[in-house]
């Protein structure tokens, strides 16, 4: 735009110069002007940045992670870059899902996958990420949009579907299972699968795939009542999975029978949505790039400001199948994790003795053994610390009744009683 | 069962209850459970006919039966209000409930998620999960969507954001 803009202040030139009449001047003056305050626009219009092959620690302000590879001349984090070979799944692009692919995204995480079948909504705009101008788009493809205008580095795909289906769920696994981003990569074809869905429903079709697939994932939710929130981690075997016990919320402290519901289904805040986005990414980059503590669970009460963590073992009786081999899997594996802890154990000594650091320990930190911890065996409500309580019912003892049939329909035949329930339709 | 309206109690107790736990990936064991849905599907219908309180029609609208289509009506001052029905058997059923959808009223209230999915009552998905596998696609409608149409249908007709079928055409019959 900013070369044509050039070439028709030439022609304006050329125009004035060749016109013997000086009353059209003032009117060549004013059109010059225009054009002059045109380019100067021009100058801001959406330019994209071009796509960057390395990372660079180099400080200038014309590269997008000087201030993330600071990061690792910090000690923060030993191997930045790395977060270039990471693919991550964000199920659900809503208030918390589309902050968090933008998080991702700036940070130049590797590559996402964005799952969600809604569009967007004039009604999203209380919420962070989505602009009214993308209203009617689907939620990935406006997201897709913003996103690699952001950061073109990043690899997305996107998926315009709902997973709770049958036909859903298939492309959801069969994506998961891709390995072409990095074909050398163990297990399934993404590093971490983050749940941002807003329901029950979809929160077990997510724990269903990623017990199926040996997954790892993380879990994250907000109220219905927009003051309280949470994440946790799920890994297969080793954590408890989302059907192991009733979901766990954090209690807002609002009595229910107090909470007017007539006339609304669910209030959300920017607020409480960034801070759990938030929560959530930095929780991921912690898995991810490997420093810090990783949080097994991590609840907000926007009320209080109180935030209550636990831990949570698997349960033998989990009524997923897949939860219940990966468990069978993760007994199995002990010998091998305690030999590689041991091994850690005596290079970190080794490191220690040779460079004895933080001897002075001023703030009296004491590392407590991981099997120390006390973790809680999700099931029985009792054992919840503070501030967190279960969202459903476990299901009740089922005992086998007589079988239903000799009662009341003797007809046992799929076709007759398709045939029977459409004569009762049909008058 | 505190916080359900005697009707819906007492409707919910003669349907007849499941037994087989599978979901539309389980293969034979989900032909099982679909033979229990039509059982109970089919007592229900009738016993909703025989009580002069007829209120939906639904079938099966594949051959595997996981999704499901119909039409549900309510009657209010005298008047019946149609709408089109539907709903997906979830991958996860029946752990988790079908998500009822009345298309028709996507954005006219509130009490609905997006695609039209009604909003359920906070007593619903405890009862749902504390009767797993016992409750199936007949006790889904009986204590979601009738209580729903009963709760939000008169505000909707009342405050003129539906009408009645024969009020927008000049009715030439009468
Ligand atoms: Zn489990």
Redesign the interface.
């Known amino acids: 735009m900013d070369v044509e803009l050039k070439e028709m202040l030439d022609d304006l030139q050329a125009l004035k110069r060749s016109l013997p009449d000086p009353s059209h001047q003032a009117s060549i003056d004013k059109l010059q002007v225009h054009v002059e305050h045109l380019t100067n626009l021009a100058q801001y219009a959406p330019a994209r940045r071009s796509k960057v092959k390395d990372m660079s620690a180099e400080v200038v302000d014309s590269n997008p992670y000087s201030r993330l590879m600071a990061l690792q001349r910090m000690g923060i984090v030993e191997n930045y870059e790395r977060i270039r070979e990471f693919s991550v799944a964000i199920v659900g692009i809503g208030g918390v899902g589309s902050v968090a692919a933008e998080m991702l995204t700036r940070c130049g995480i590797g590559r996402l996958l964005l799952y969600d079948?809604?569009k967007v909504?004039l009604a999203n705009m209380n919420r962070l990420f989505f602009r009214p101008e993308q209203v009617g788009m689907t939620k990935t493809d406006a997201a897709v949009q913003t996103l690699s205008d952001i950061n073109p580095d990043v690899v997305l795909e996107s998926y315009t579907l709902?997973i709770?289906?049958?036909q859903g769920?298939e492309t959801f696994m069969s994506s998961l299972r891709k390995k072409t981003f990095r074909p050398k990569k163990e297990g399934s074809g993404v590093d971490l699968v983050l749940s941002c869905v807003d329901?029950?429903?979809a929160r077990?079709?997510v724990?269903?795939a990623c017990n199926e697939l040996n997954q790892t994932w993380m879990e994250s939710g907000v109220s219905e009542d927009a003051v309280s929130g949470h994440i946790q981690l799920l890994i297969p075997g080793e954590t408890a999975c989302f059907?192991c016990a009733?979901p766990l919320v954090v209690a807002s402290g609002v009595d229910?029978r107090t909470l007017k519901?007539e006339?609304?289904?669910?209030a959300s805040l920017p607020t409480t949505m960034g801070v759990v986005a938030g929560l959530l990414v930095q929780n991921t980059l912690k898995f991810l790039l490997k420093f810090g503590h990783v949080s097994p669970y991590l609840g907000y009460n926007a009320l209080k400001d109180y935030f209550p963590t636990m831990e949570m073992r698997p349960n033998p009786q989990c009524?997923n199948a897949s939860c219940l081999e990966r468990q069978k899997e993760y007994l199995l594996a002990k010998p091998a994790r305690d030999a590689a802890a041991k091994a850690k154990m005596e290079a970190e000594a080794l490191v220690v003795a040779e460079c004895p650091i933080h001897v002075d320990n001023e703030w009296n930190i004491s590392v407590v053994d991981d099997s120390e911890l006390d973790r809680t065996d999700g099931r029985s409500s009792d054992a919840l610390p503070e501030g967190l309580t279960h969202e459903?019912?476990?299901?009740?003892e089922?005992e086998?009744?007589p079988?239903?049939?000799t009662?009341?329909?003797s007809?046992?035949d799929?076709d007759d009683?398709?045939r029977?329930?459409?004569a009762?339709?049909a008058d | 069962m505190e916080g359900w309206d005697p009707n819906t109690k007492s409707a919910l107790t003669q349907i007849?209850?499941?037994?087989i736990k599978a979901g539309?990936?389980d293969g034979a064991a989900w032909?099982q459970r679909?033979?229990?849905e039509?059982?109970a599907?089919?007592?229900y219908?009738?016993m909703n006919?025989s009580n002069d309180n007829d209120w939906f029609?639904?079938?099966?609208a594949n051959s595997?039966g996981?999704?499901w289509t119909?039409k549900c009506w309510y009657v209010h001052n005298l008047l019946k209000y149609e709408f089109d029905l539907q709903f997906?058997?979830?991958?996860?059923y029946p752990?988790?409930?079908p998500?009822i959808e009345l298309p028709q009223l996507d954005g006219k209230t509130?009490?609905?998620?997006?695609?039209g999915k009604i909003?359920l009552?906070?007593h619903f998905?405890?009862l749902w999960?504390?009767?797993?596998?016992?409750f199936g696609i007949a006790h889904a409608l009986c204590l979601g969507l009738a209580p729903w149409l009963a709760a939000e249908i008169p505000i909707l007709v009342d405050s003129g954001m539906i009408k009645h079928k024969d009020d927008s055409a000049s009715s030439s019959e009468s």
């Not at chain 1, 459903?392 to 009740?396: E, G, N, V």
């Not at chain 2, 007849?16 to 037994?19: F, Q, V």
């Not at chain 2, 029609?57 to 099966?60: E, L, V, W």
């Not at chain 2, 997906?88 to 996860?92: A, E, N």
């Open positions: 079948y809604d909504e709902n709770t289906t049958v769920f329901n029950y429903e077990m079709v724990n269903q059907a009733p229910e519901r006339g609304v289904c669910a009524s459903l019912p476990t299901a009740d089922f086998k009744q079988t239903p049939e009662t009341f329909n007809v046992d799929l009683l398709r029977q329930l459409d009762l339709n | 007849p209850l499941l037994s539309p990936r032909t679909l033979k229990e039509y059982k599907l089919i007592a219908t009738g006919k029609r639904i079938s099966a595997e996981t999704r119909g997906d058997i979830p991958v996860t752990l988790t409930a998500e509130h009490k609905m998620y997006r695609g909003c009552t906070v998905k405890p999960a504390k009767n797993c596998p016992r």
